[in-house]
């Protein structure tokens, strides 16, 4: 099974502020999800990224995988409170695995008016 | 697109009885549809892999006979906890993947289960 590590796994800012997680393994991966699951709700994928080098943008979010495929970072422009919940990223579980993602530990994102 | 719902969204029921967890993708066929459990402040954890018309495929450590998982067609599956007792109460969510060869999943709002 490959594992992804992420990072840092609690994050309190005020709004304004920017922020980025990361997510890094020892494994390289076809490619690497994030979603955004706020508290009581089902996680929302935000993007797929699937390039070695990619770069992503979903309005204040930017999107990285890297260049060898075995690291994604979310980085986050101007925080705002909407922007608060837990983000996951994604990536193929590996072997005979029927689509099975293995999932980072989460960050619990919490932005302050 | 890709709409997963999932009911009921909240259910209390006592110790020892069964529930019943319904998964629906609303707008696409479900190759693929998996089921896990999530305890607060915590990242998902995967207890089966179904796919529609075969047997569920359970992670390590997860009783079978306790969550009954059925995948009777394309664009449903149900979990069933059976005889369930506190222990089982948390956060159970279900997500569905489209097509084969496609990693993304979507994922249904979630089951709060309390059970007393």
């Known amino acids: 099974t490959q594992l992804l590590e992420q990072s840092p796994q609690f994050l309190s800012i005020q709004e304004g502020e920017n922020l980025t997680v990361y997510c890094n393994s020892s494994?390289?991966?076809?490619?690497l999800q994030w979603y955004r699951q706020e508290p009581g709700e089902g996680p929302v994928l935000l993007v797929t990224?699937?390039?070695?080098?990619e770069v992503k943008k979903l309005k204040r979010l930017t999107f990285q995988f890297g260049d060898a495929r075995k690291d994604s970072s979310l980085h986050i422009t101007a925080a705002q409170p909407g922007d608060t919940g837990l983000y996951l990223c994604?990536?193929?579980?590996?072997?005979?695995?029927?689509?099975?993602?293995?999932f980072g530990q989460g960050t619990i994102l919490t932005v302050h008016p | 697109g890709a709409v997963v719902s999932q009911h009921p969204s909240r259910v209390i029921c006592k110790s020892g009885t069964s529930v019943k967890i319904e998964c629906r993708s609303l707008?696409?066929?479900?190759?693929?549809m998996f089921w896990y459990r999530q305890f607060p402040k915590q990242s998902l954890m995967l207890m089966a892999t179904?796919?529609?018309?075969?047997?569920?495929?359970?992670e390590q450590g997860v009783e079978k006979d306790k969550f009954l998982i059925n995948h009777a067609s394309l664009t449903l599956s149900t979990l069933t906890v059976t005889s369930a007792h506190p222990e089982d109460s948390s956060f159970y969510i279900c997500?569905?993947?489209?097509?084969?060869?496609?990693?993304?999943?979507?994922f249904g709002p979630g089951t709060r289960l309390t059970v007393t």
């Open positions: 997500s569905a993947r489209g097509r084969v060869g496609v990693f993304e999943q979507y």
């Open positions: 494994s390289v991966f076809s490619s």
């Open positions: 990224v699937v390039t070695g080098g």
């Open positions: 994604a990536g193929p579980a590996g072997g005979t695995s029927y689509g099975k993602l293995t």
């Open positions: 707008d696409f066929q479900a190759t693929t």
């Open positions: 179904s796919n529609e018309g075969s047997k569920a495929t359970y």
